[in-house]
Each structure stands twice: as structure tokens, then as C-alpha cells.
């Protein structure tokens, strides 16, 4: 089955500056790839996501970009606030929506 | 967005009892939902596929006999605890799709934390 790997597993950056997480698959079937912010006790949150045929995507501070050849797929956080403080999950999808996390990023945004 | 709500979203139980916890897709139907379990700093670990109408289908490891799933209707699923234990203590986390022709995307329910004494 499919597996995905995370890293790192904490990243502490100052405000400002830019996070950057990395995910990579096993499963050349998985076409959707997901992420997801948690805060303490609350459900993932998606944040942005990425489909196989599509290389890049940005929506404003957050960018993901996927390379099918090399099975990976990163998260790119630009001049992060506070707010981006939170645990941060990648996620693979194959055949009916059948996700599966990665092992989680501890970002904390120092002030 | 697609409203996932849980219930309840805390719980504590004695060991030996069943506890049943509630999803419910609030503005859309889901043919598929989703049970999770995260422990405490830990990754969200697939449990079970829920499809309306039909059995479930467990990820290996997880005890179909224990964690019991319904999946009666297009908005609501329920997950069973039987006789809890002390290591069954976790985060319960469901989701459901909303699937074609509309976002296709899985919507996360907000939890229920399960402590069992």
C-alpha cells in the first residue's frame, strides 16, 4: 500500500521568513495530495491541495509543488506569522479517497 | 464549505462499557466516510472506509469485532467502542467525502476525545 514520508518532524523558523515541509509517496497511483494545518485538539484543517496533472499551485503565503517523476511533494509557507504555528500534515490519495498522512511537521514561528 | 459535525466531542467511560460516536455530513451527502484514531503527537491512522449501505472496510490491525460501523444513511455514520479499555483512549476523528460532480474533497469532523478509565 501506499506510504508517505514527512519531514521534518519539528521546523522552527522566524517570523517573516519562509517554512518549507517535504513529503514523498511510494504509490505512482496516488493523483491527489493534500495538506492539512492542526492546531491542538481541533480537526485538520485543509490548507491547500494539488492534483497529479498540475506541476504548482499558490493561493497567496502557501504554495505546494509536486514532482511525479521523484515522488515528492512540499509545502512552501512565505513570510510566516505567528499564526502559522501548528502541526502540519501532508497526505497521498489513491483510488476512493483513501488518505494517508504523513507523520506530521511541529512548525513553530518564533516572534 | 461542506459542514462535518462529530458528537460527542468528549467522552469518558469506564473500562468494559461501549461508547458510540456520531458523524454526520450536515450539508451534503456522503456516499464515503472516514474513521480515524490519533494518539497524543502522533499522525492520524486510517481505521475503517464507511460506504452507505454496505459492510465496512477495516485497515489491517483494527479489530472489525470491536470497532463497530454503520453507515445507514448518506449523512450519517457511527463508530461503536465495545467494551473500552484504558489503551482505547484517543482522539476519534471522521471525515466524509463529497464526492463528484461536486468537490470531490474529504471534509475532517472536529473529534471526540475518548478517555477511558
Known amino acids: 500500500g501506499e506510504n508517505v514520508e514527512q519531514h521534518p518532524s519539528t521546523l522552527s523558523v522566524q517570523e517573516g521568513d519562509s517554512a518549507v515541509i517535504k513529503c514523498t509517496y511510494s504509490?505512482?497511483?496516488?493523483?491527489?495530495f493534500p495538506w492539512y494545518k492542526q492546531e491542538l485538539g481541533k480537526r485538520p484543517q485543509l490548507i491547500i491541495d494539488?492534483?497529479?496533472?498540475?506541476g504548482e499551485k499558490k493561493d497567496q503565503r502557501i504554495a505546494v509543488t509536486l514532482n511525479k517523476t521523484a515522488k515528492h511533494f512540499s509545502l512552501h509557507i512565505t513570510e510566516t506569522q505567528p499564526e502559522d504555528s501548528a502541526v502540519y500534515f501532508c497526505a497521498a490519495v489513491q483510488g476512493a479517497q483513501k488518505l494517508v498522512f504523513g507523520q506530521g511537521t511541529r512548525l513553530t514561528i518564533n516572534p | 464549505g461542506a459542514v462535518v459535525s462529530q458528537h460527542p466531542s468528549w467522552v469518558i467511560c469506564k473500562s468494559g462499557t461501549s461508547v458510540k460516536i456520531e458523524c454526520r455530513s450536515l450539508d451534503f451527502q456522503a456516499t464515503t466516510m472516514f474513521w480515524y484514531r490519533q494518539f497524543p503527537k502522533q499522525s492520524l491512522m486510517l481505521m475503517a472506509t464507511?460506504?452507505?449501505?454496505?459492510?465496512?472496510?477495516?485497515e489491517q490491525g483494527v479489530e472489525k469485532d470491536k470497532f463497530l460501523i454503520n453507515h445507514a444513511s448518506l449523512t450519517l455514520s457511527t463508530l461503536t467502542v465495545t467494551s473500552a479499555h484504558p489503551e482505547d483512549s484517543s482522539f476519534y476523528i471522521c471525515?466524509?467525502?463529497?464526492?463528484?460532480?461536486?468537490?470531490?474533497?474529504?471534509?475532517f469532523g472536529p473529534g471526540t476525545r475518548l478517555t477511558v478509565l
Open positions: 464507511s460506504n452507505e449501505g454496505s459492510k465496512a472496510t477495516y
Open positions: 504509490d505512482s497511483a496516488s493523483n491527489y
Open positions: 494539488i492534483r497529479s496533472n498540475v
Open positions: 471525515s466524509a467525502r463529497d464526492p463528484p460532480p461536486s468537490t470531490d474533497t474529504q471534509y
